[in-house]
């Protein structure tokens, strides 16, 4: 459920819902993080269950002394009201059998809540690509059907790909053709869901594999930037500078100092 | 899928943890009545009992929701356990009323309800001159699954805010990440992590990002932290995860917090509890002598 930070709810009607899928190399976690920091979103909540494996940290988007002793927990809502966005973190795996639960609970506050879309940033199995994939960008999305209507246009002109459709049993010859995501975790059941209960989501994915993710985070986040315009490309700056900040959370992202005696 | 240097093709875990999901979906197609009632019959055995503790029957209200509470410290782990023991309990009459009974793959337990306080692996007691102040010493693993369980059990759904929870645990020195190498770190050290609503101060510096606590004393700090109650976590690095006095006196720096203060009365003699807890659980022999 969702319990706020400040005594009051804050009304969220309106507004799109950004969130990640608990996915191949945690890109969308990850993508997440990198929209988070950048923005300087603000906290607005959590949502609590019993779904994901508890963890808490300090503020791993912490700027200065000053903020870094804010306690964060493992589902966390924040918001950016100027542009009508709100953003769910997810920090840690479901705990087996509770996915379903999490995503029933979820949509039950995506309807309450009144959100106009949920856009969910998510990724697949790179070595799941078939011929065409392995030749094309390592990018697609889906639309619901209430999303297809107002965005597919958009999608068009972006010259953006559609996850292909791929035989449900791949060992036979006539098996008939679904959407599959590979890695994705949760993402194939919020995208039936969603479908079903006339819930407007799109989902942006990226084929990866597991190692350093950021450059696949960065991919991502700037494939959402071709469509929502989140941060306005520098066009007096020089080709590598990303307009993306990392959260001082992403240091020692592989472990610790190494012992000098081993050189 | 990643290919090795020689050549074969492994299959790298995700650290997503999809894997399993991807089962459940298969499974979700294939299971049958009986694979159901497996999992039912599963979850039934992994439930969290809470129990009484004179009487050892089931409790049905959530512990903190029969008892009013002021001060709630927990100690997971047996060196903040023997912490407590030799500092805290043994400084004042504690009784029993209650403790949590539960099964897992780490911790396997005869089906008894009459558990001994070694065999016991949760033990809520009160103190008898003050009984707001409540302590838990919890010696066993409590698994992802029952960690939620044993917060609804023990807290219940009505959270109190007018109540300060302590939880002090151990973690080891290798799961801590620094710049600088963990052989270099002055092991055991303590830190602490606290909710926004903790205002008094701490006696150590807080964990730095980005360490992050898991398990049980997480779910604890998280429910906390949601709900608005004023909670402070300790968490001790070591590399010795097994009972050892340095790292138990490690814990020494929380007596002097507000939650612990007035409670641990005379040290010399809880250190000589403490030596003599540590001689009585050593390994007496081996094959070697």
């Not at chain 1, 009144?114 to 998510?122: A, W």
């Not at chain 1, 002109?157 to 035989?167: A, D, F, I, R, V």
């Not at chain 1, 679904?178 to 989902?203: F, H, N, W």
Request: glycine share 4%; hydrophobic share 35%.
């Amino acid at each position: 459920m969702f319990v706020p930070c400040t005594d009051s709810a804050p009304d969220l009607t309106g507004c799109t819902l950004l969130m990640p899928a608990v996915s191949v190399g945690n890109v969308g976690q990850l993508a997440m993080d990198l929209i988070i920091s950048t923005l300087n979103m603000c906290k607005i909540g959590y949502f609590y269950t019993d779904c994901l494996v508890p963890m808490v940290g300090n503020n791993p988007y912490a700027t200065a002394e000053e903020n870094s002793a804010e306690l964060s927990i493992n589902t966390e809502v924040y918001s950016l009201p100027s542009r009508k966005l709100v953003a769910l973190q997810l920090r840690s795996i479901f705990i087996k059998y509770k996915s379903k639960s999490f995503c029933e609970k979820l949509l039950a506050w995506v309807k309450s809540s009144g959100f106009s879309r949920v856009i969910v940033l998510s990724s697949s199995h790179s070595y799941h690509r078939n011929d065409l994939q392995l030749r094309s960008a390592p990018f697609r999305y889906l639309l619901t059907p209430s999303m297809q209507k107002s965005v597919q246009n958009k999608m068009k002109n972006l010259n953006w790909q559609e996850m292909e459709k791929s035989p449900c049993i791949p060992e036979m010859k006539d098996s008939e053709l679904c959407i599959r995501i590979p890695g994705g975790g949760i993402t194939k059941t919020l995208y039936d869901e969603s479908c079903s209960k006339g819930i407007q989501m799109a989902v942006l994915l990226k084929f990866a594999s597991e190692g350093d993710n950021i450059p696949d985070a960065i991919g991502l986040v700037e494939y959402l930037n071709e469509w929502l315009q989140i941060t306005k490309p520098c066009s007096d700056s020089k080709p590598s500078t990303l307009p993306w900040k990392f959260p001082s959370s992403w240091r020692l992202l592989f472990g610790s100092g190494l012992p000098p005696a081993l050189f | 899928m990643a290919a090795t240097f020689f050549g074969e093709v492994v299959k790298a875990p995700c650290r997503a943890g999809t894997e399993e999901e991807e089962e459940e979906d298969d499974e979700g197609r294939r299971e049958t009545p009986e694979d159901r009632e497996v999992r039912r019959q599963l979850a039934k055995k992994r439930e969290v009992r809470l129990l009484q503790g004179q009487t050892k029957t089931s409790l049905e209200v959530p512990l903190l929701e029969k008892y009013p509470c002021s001060k709630f410290i927990i100690a997971i782990g047996s060196n903040a356990v023997a912490f407590l023991s030799s500092f805290v309990m043994n400084s004042g009459v504690w009784e029993e009323v209650g403790c949590t009974k539960l099964w897992n793959e780490w911790c396997r337990t005869t089906d008894t309800v009459h558990l001994s306080p070694t065999e016991a692996f949760c033990v809520f007691y009160r103190l008898k001159s003050n009984p707001s102040i409540f302590l838990c010493q919890c010696s066993c693993y409590v698994a992802e699954d029952q960690q939620y369980q044993w917060l609804e059990k023990v807290f219940g759904s009505c959270p109190r805010k007018n109540m300060q929870i302590t939880i002090l645990t151990c973690r080891h020195i290798t799961e801590y990440k620094t710049p600088e190498a963990p052989s270099s770190l002055p092991s055991p050290f303590l830190k602490a992590l606290k909710t926004q609503t903790y205002k008094d101060a701490v006696c150590c510096s807080l964990l730095e990002q980005p360490n992050i606590a898991h398990d049980l004393p997480a779910a604890v700090l998280s429910y906390c932290q949601v709900w608005k109650i004023p909670a402070v976590l300790y968490l001790c690095y070591t590399d010795v995860m097994q009972l050892d006095l340095v790292t138990v006196e490690a814990f020494k720096p929380a007596l002097s917090s507000r939650s612990l203060a007035g409670l641990a009365k005379n040290i010399p003699q809880s250190t000589e509890m403490l030596k003599r807890l540590m001689t009585t659980s050593e390994i007496q022999s081996n094959i070697y002598t």
